[in-house]
T-cell receptor
Framework: DAGITQSPRYKITETGRQVTLMCHQT?????MFWYRQDLGHGLRLIYY???????DKGEVPDGYVVSRSKTENFPLTLESATRSQTSVYFC???????????FGEGSRLTVL | GIQVEQSPPDLILQEGANSTLRCNFS?????LQWFHQNPWGQLINLFY???GTKQNGRLSATTVATERYSLLYISSSQTTDSGVYFC??????????FGPGTRLSVLP
């Protein structure tokens, strides 16, 4: 039971580069979410998706792009990375918008 | 939007002690979850508890939605219980909002 997996787990990049964080779930959950976790701000929602081809903004969407062509995948792209996007990124899935959330292991991104 | 507070912010215990963590929220909620973030950063589901009481081994949780709080009880704490405990609430149609967490350190 693979559950929800994220890749890469660790990434170092430079300002201005494009970075894509991958998220894959095997439960066929309809909802998927991207959160970032920062000291002093806790966990904040970036984007979420209710189904394939349906995405919506969360609390902190600026600088990020998402897509969901298949139910099981929900990649997060930083089109031009900035230092303020240095963070730990968590992908999550659930059966409904307010359903039980299950998290991936996180991706630690450092932007130099 | 809904505000979520957790107390205490930090807690240090000796192994074997019991503890109660509290989550207060400012508005009616549809659902509530408790998570444990272990020292390696993994977020682990503890309880999905919009109301009532649930127990899982040494852990139990109670949510009193009408009074806008939830409690997480940890009995006979172990060093593996160390980490940060988050509650997250869903405010009827909004997405889950996370509290700031309680950092627990269990000393051997």
């Amino acid at each position: 039971d693979a559950g929800i997996t994220q890749s890469p787990r660790y990434k170092i990049t430079e300002t201005g580069r494009q970075v894509t964080l991958m998220c894959h779930q095997t439960w066929s959950h309809s909802y998927m979410f991207w959160y970032r976790q920062d000291l002093g701000h806790g966990l904040r929602l970036i984007y979420y998706s209710a189904a394939a081809d349906i995405t919506d903004k969360g609390e902190v969407p600026d600088g990020y792009v998402v897509s969901r062509s298949k139910t099981e995948n929900f990649p997060l792209t930083l089109e031009s990375a900035t230092r303020s996007q240095t963070s730990v990124y968590f992908c999550a899935s659930s059966t409904g918008r307010a359903g039980e959330l299950f998290f991936g292991e996180g991706s630690r991104l450092t932007v130099l | 939007g809904i505000q979520v507070e957790q107390s205490p912010p930090d807690l240090i215990l000796q192994e074997g002690a019991n503890s109660t963590l509290r989550c207060n929220f400012s508005d009616s909620v549809n659902n509530l979850q408790w998570f444990h973030q272990n020292p390696w950063g993994q977020l682990i589901n503890l309880f999905y508890i919009p109301s009532g009481t649930k127990q899982n081994g040494r852990l139990s949780a109670t949510t009193v939605a009408t009074e806008r709080y939830s409690l997480l009880y940890i009995s006979s704490s172990q060093t593996t219980d160390s980490g940060v405990y988050f509650c997250a609430v869903d405010n009827y149609g909004q997405n889950f909002v996370f509290g700031p967490g309680t950092r627990l350190s269990v000393l051997p």
